[in-house]
């Protein structure tokens, strides 16, 4: 017997979803199907993360009988064994994954599952359409304006496929005119079928849809007054299902689906989290201030539609009054709680939303107000269909031709009206080398720096998800959970005892996520707990490399580190509780702390050169700013913008707990006298009027032994530690003999051009590479007598000790973030500084021509090891862990800034001389002249530039000394042994030490 489908059904249904599917696949198959591990949505952006996390976690559980855990988390690691399922939502959208499992990936299984779903929400209305007008074209047009309705775009923008099913929306408004039109209990289940279905999928289209329902009801029941009775009397099956629905929702998630007490989420109720522009009014901002990856992107409504909409009205087509009110009211709460650009007054004018989310019972399920859109667009659409029925009527010979033309005017409306939206953006998940390693090895992992509350934060979720591991940090804003690092990392012990934690909860992995990397450093030892820790710093994670070891594997995204056996990496040893109290009496000023204000700074600037009239503007301005902070401390943060100027005392922000002596004289007598919190004082400097806000203040301290008992013990290990390596004979004698001989000093032309190439494949990604920069290189003939080389840089231990023997300036607070390992090189030393070290230790700063001798010798090497390019195992240079913009993303060389001299053996020179390629750059002896170019502050040869400028136009010269090596800053190309540079005497900076040299009598006196 043969199955044979109607034609009337096949028409009605199958030809017309074949139509929509078809679409939907133009729309997002041609921009990722079979492109890889590119998908549709922002990967920046929680939507595609959570899709991913949810997704993958919902179909793990199913393959492993956890049927009734469906929301069960494998890839979060509880030590403390909380319950985070209300973090980890279910959805009902999430089983539709289930027969998309053979598809093999994520990326195969969510393209296939958006292509089913905007065809079901264009059919879904199609058939809503179908049934107000009775006509093709209608409804078709109603379909294809929902299916391509900017919300959905938006949504697809953001990677939110859940929130991109819509068509539980027309199923149940149809369900609704079908029931008031002939009151029934059939319509009425299906319409409290659809509506409890909307609820797991996404509970907050249910609650708007719930309005639409009431709306319509009320409307009809007033229109047929007298059968009132039979509407309530065959409405009762409508609540079965959302009964059902409500009570599994409280059955999986703790405390319910939605916030409990009676508080109005701040995000909800206060926040602009969109709002309607009067200028645009088909352009509403529904995530304006809102996280900057989002920030302005448009949500629409079609114009096209409108108009349809219009004539429907117009024409008092049955249902277009009640679907216009319903459209207009929705439209409404979707455009925000305020107008938005409508002047001083209209500006805050509180539109429907506000009024709804704050004084409404149960207002708080609401959820953001754009997500009454699809409720407008539905209602839109269905006017739409209602408007171009007759015209349907009109001309059925050429209803195909219509239905053409109307898409494609649909489509350019989109692409004209909506550029940032369509077509979605698409993204590659493609997998580093990290990730693939991981999930070859698997195990649990921590991410650091962990910063919860920033886009970074979402990568670590990303991340744990493709490696297929476990991950132990906390799931953003749990009550409970894996505690972040014990910052601010004040000592070598507090990251051991870290380490330790972390082995015993059972943590494998401390997987560093260089992009989001913060290097800037609080300053408060041993300071009572504050309310935000502060981020981890680059000498925490100098620490975390010393102590963990080479990395395990490394690409640009990620670094992975093996978390070490505690008994490898404990340095108390031998170190017991009455050393400890010896080292507190011994230093009784480091355990002690004077008074402290927490400031918070804004200024005015005003121009050293402006007039009267200026400076009279800018101290209103600042006392204007003054009143207002007096009244609203609240909006410290609101006003606060980036640092705009290099002098770090003239900046806008919080400047943390100060002590006497931070700020200029004339600033701090003025700070210090504020005593309430929330007193303003503003200080008129040369530079302009700054504003100073108190916030906090803490009284003068004396700690007890139990109280910096781990500070104690770490300095008394670091006492101990310097003891032993003051007496190693490598302090002072760690040097390498270098025989004289006759070279050519310099580069060739054919060299000259070997650098400029190699330079524009790194630096040419900033800007284009200029030859003449490496003209000053140019070669000629010398001879050098023979030598001792320090066979390392000069350390920070080396030169503390220099320091305490002379009374010689210390070196600048700042650069303690480098000197957390004794036997990194000193950095922040000036040519005089390395001139005095050299001259104490009775040795010398080499000449350029030594050092350049010594890292080619006669062979004329090309780096200081040999020929071959750096590869991050020989030197240490700006490679894929950093974010300079000629970084080498190929390469990872282990450390972000400084490391310990001699961690690079392979880039050691025949001689056995370390670090001579990268690490820091190093003082010469010789001096030289420069031109700095006040175009752009490139510094030229002073007599390069005479063969270009007149020397009537050239000011004078100016002394320099010669800089060689490259450093951790610099691009591989400047590892080259003949790569010269010069910098005024005086300059300080993080990636410029030195290293010394001493004159011998004979070849043999040092081998």
């Given at each position: 017997m043969k199955v044979r489908l109607p034609t009337h059904w096949l028409r009605a249904h199958l030809l017309p979803f074949g139509f929509f599917l078809c679409l939907a696949t133009a729309l997002c198959g041609a921009i990722f199907w079979g492109s890889g591990d590119r998908v549709l949505g922002n990967a920046e952006h929680p939507g595609i993360q959570g899709e991913m996390f949810h997704q993958r976690d919902f179909v793990d559980n199913i393959l492993a009988g956890r049927w009734l855990q469906p929301s069960y988390s494998n890839r979060i690691a509880y030590p403390h064994g909380e319950d985070l399922r209300s973090y980890c939502g279910i959805s009902l959208h999430l089983y539709g994954y289930?027969?998309?499992?053979?598809?093999?990936?994520?990326?195969?299984?969510?393209?296939?599952?958006?292509?089913?779903?905007?065809?079901?929400?264009?059919?879904?209305?199609?058939?809503?359409?179908?049934?107000?007008?009775?006509?093709?074209?209608?409804?078709?047009?109603?379909?294809?304006?929902?299916?391509?309705?900017?919300?959905?775009?938006?949504?697809?923008?953001?990677?939110?496929?859940?929130?991109?099913?819509?068509?539980?929306?027309?199923?149940?408004?149809?369900?609704?005119?079908?029931?008031?039109?002939?009151?029934?209990r059939r319509d009425a289940l299906k319409a409290g079928l659809f509506w409890a279905l909307m609820l797991l999928t996404y509970a907050q289209y249910a609650w708007y849809s719930a309005w639409v329902g009431v709306i319509l009801a009320i409307l009809s029941t007033l229109k047929h007054v007298r059968e009132w009775r039979l509407v309530i009397r065959t409405a009762w099956p409508a609540a079965i299902p959302p009964i059902i629905a409500i009570f599994l929702l409280y059955a999986n998630l703790p405390g319910g689906p939605a916030p409990s007490g009676d508080e109005i989420p701040w995000a909800i109720a206060e926040a602009p989290r969109g709002a309607f522009d009067l200028l645009q009014p088909f352009r509403f901002l529904p995530y304006r201030d809102f996280v900057p990856m989002v920030q302005g992107l448009p949500l629409g409504i079609s114009?096209?539609?409108?108009?349809?909409?219009?004539?429907?009205?117009?024409?008092?087509?049955?249902?277009?009054?009640?679907?216009?009110?319903?459209?207009?009211?929705?439209?409404?709460?979707?455009?925000?709680?305020?107008?938005?650009?409508?002047?001083?007054?209209?500006?805050?004018?509180?539109?429907?939303?506000?009024?709804?989310?704050?004084?409404?019972?149960?207002?708080?399920?609401?959820?953001?107000p754009i997500r009454a859109m699809p409720m407008a667009e539905i209602c839109i659409a269905a006017l739409a269909a209602l408007g171009v029925s007759r015209l349907s009527l009109a001309c059925r010979k050429r209803s195909l031709m219509l239905?053409?033309?109307?898409?494609?005017?649909?489509?350019?409306?989109?692409?004209?009206?909506?550029?940032?939206?369509?077509?979605?953006?698409?993204?590659?998940?493609?997998?580093?080398?990290?990730?693939?390693?991981?999930?070859?090895?698997?195990?649990?992992?921590?991410?650091?720096?962990?910063?919860?509350?920033?886009?970074?934060?979402?990568?670590?979720?990303?991340?744990?998800?493709?490696?297929?591991?476990?991950?132990?940090?906390?799931?953003?804003?749990?009550?409970?959970?894996?505690?972040?690092?014990?910052?601010?990392?004040?000592?070598?012990?507090?990251?051991?005892?870290?380490?330790?934690?972390?082995?015993?909860?059972?943590?494998?992995?401390?997987?560093?996520?260089?992009?989001?990397?913060?290097?800037?450093?609080?300053?408060?030892p041993l300071e009572d707990e504050i309310a935000e820790p502060p981020p981890i710093t680059l000498a925490d994670m100098n620490i975390f490399r010393e102590l963990c070891g080479a990395p395990a594997i490394a690409d640009e995204e990620m670094i992975v580190y093996r978390v070490p056996q505690p008994s490898a990496i404990d340095p108390t040893a031998g170190v017991n509780e009455d050393q400890a109290r010896a080292f507190f009496s011994a230093h009784p000023e480091l355990f002690q702390r004077e008074e402290q204000l927490r400031i918070h700074h804004f200024l005015v600037p005003v121009h050293a050169d402006a007039g009267e009239d200026v400076r009279r503007a800018a101290a209103i301005e600042a006392d204007a700013l003054r009143l207002r902070l007096e009244r609203n401390n609240n909006e410290t943060f609101q006003l606060t913008g980036a640092p705009s100027m290099d002098n770090e005392y003239a900046r806008w922000g919080d400047l943390g707990y100060l002590s006497r002596g931070t700020l200029p004289t004339d600033v701090e007598a003025s700070v210090f006298r504020m005593r309430e919190v929330g007193e303003v004082r503003i200080v008129d400097r040369p530079e302009g009027f700054h504003i100073f806000l108190l916030m906090g203040v803490r009284p003068a301290k004396n700690y007890t032994f139990e109280e910096a008992r781990i500070a104690a013990e770490d300095g008394a290990w670091k006492a101990a530690n310097d003891a032993v390596q003051r007496s190693s004979p490598h302090s002072h004698n760690d040097m390498v003999y270098i025989a004289g001989g006759s070279f050519l000093f310099g580069s060739t032309e054919e060299e000259i051009d070997r650098t400029a190439e190699m330079a524009s494949r790194f630096v040419g990604k900033l800007k284009p590479v200029d030859r003449r920069w490496f003209e000053d290189e140019r070669g000629y003939s010398t001879t050098v007598q023979p030598f001792l080389m320090d066979r390392h840089e000069v350390t920070f231990s080396q030169y503390q000790r220099f320091v305490s023997a002379t009374g010689h300036p210390a070196l600048p607070a700042w650069t303690e973030i480098f000197s957390t390992n004794g036997h990194n090189p000193v950095v922040g030393v000036d040519w005089h500084d390395a001139t005095a070290y050299a001259t104490w230790a009775g040795k010398r700063l080499p000449t350029e021509e030594e050092w350049e001798w010594a890292a080619r010798g006669s062979a004329r090497r090309w780096f200081p090891w040999g020929n071959v390019e750096p590869d991050g195992s020989r030197g240490n240079y700006a490679d894929a862990t950093t974010d300079f913009p000629w970084r080498d993303v190929r390469h990872n060389d282990g450390w972000f800034a400084v490391a310990p001299v001699g961690s690079y053996p392979a880039g050691a020179t025949p001689e056995g001389l370390l670090d001579m390629g990268g690490n820091v750059g190093e003082w010469t002896k010789t001096r030289c002249e420069g031109y700095i170019a006040p175009e752009d502050g490139h510094i030229w040869d002073y007599a390069q530039m005479k063969e270009q400028i007149p020397e009537a136009d050239l000011p004078p010269p100016i002394t320099m000394y010669a800089v060689r090596g490259g450093s951790w800053q610099t691009a591989a190309d400047d590892l080259h042994g003949a790569d010269a540079r010069m910098l005024l005497p005086e300059i300080r900076n993080d990636a410029q030490g030195f290293r010394c040299v001493r004159d011998i009598a004979e070849e043999g006196a040092v081998q």
């Open positions: 289930l027969p998309l499992i053979p598809l093999g990936s994520f990326e195969a299984a969510h393209g296939a599952f958006l292509i089913i779903t905007l065809a079901l929400n264009g059919f879904c209305a199609y058939l809503l359409g179908r049934y107000l007008s009775r006509s093709l074209l209608g409804a078709l047009l109603c379909g294809c304006l929902f299916l391509l309705s900017p919300y959905a775009l938006l949504k697809l923008d953001m990677g939110f496929l859940q929130k991109t099913i819509l068509w539980w929306i027309p199923l149940f408004v149809l369900s609704l005119f079908r029931y008031l039109d002939r009151p029934n114009i096209i539609g409108c108009l349809a909409a219009i004539v429907a009205i117009v024409r008092r087509e049955r249902h277009a009054w009640v679907l216009a009110g319903t459209a207009l009211l929705f439209l409404l709460i979707s455009a925000g709680p305020f107008l938005h650009t409508g002047g001083r007054i209209l500006s805050h004018f509180p539109l429907p939303y506000h009024f709804l989310a704050t004084q409404l019972p149960g207002g708080f399920r609401l959820g953001f239905i053409t033309l109307l898409l494609g005017v649909v489509l350019a409306e989109h692409c004209i009206l909506w550029p940032e939206l369509f077509p979605p953006r698409v993204t590659s998940s493609e997998d580093g080398a990290a990730i693939h390693w991981l999930k070859d090895h698997g195990g649990v992992a921590i991410h650091l720096p962990y910063v919860p509350d920033s886009p970074s934060g979402r990568s670590y979720l990303h991340a744990s998800v493709r490696s297929n591991t476990r991950m132990m940090n906390r799931y953003f804003e749990a009550p409970t959970g894996f505690p972040a690092p014990p910052l601010p990392l004040t000592s070598r012990r507090d990251i051991v005892c870290y380490l330790k934690r972390l082995h015993a909860a059972g943590c494998d992995y401390i997987i560093v996520h260089p992009n989001a990397l913060m290097l800037d450093r609080l300053e408060a």
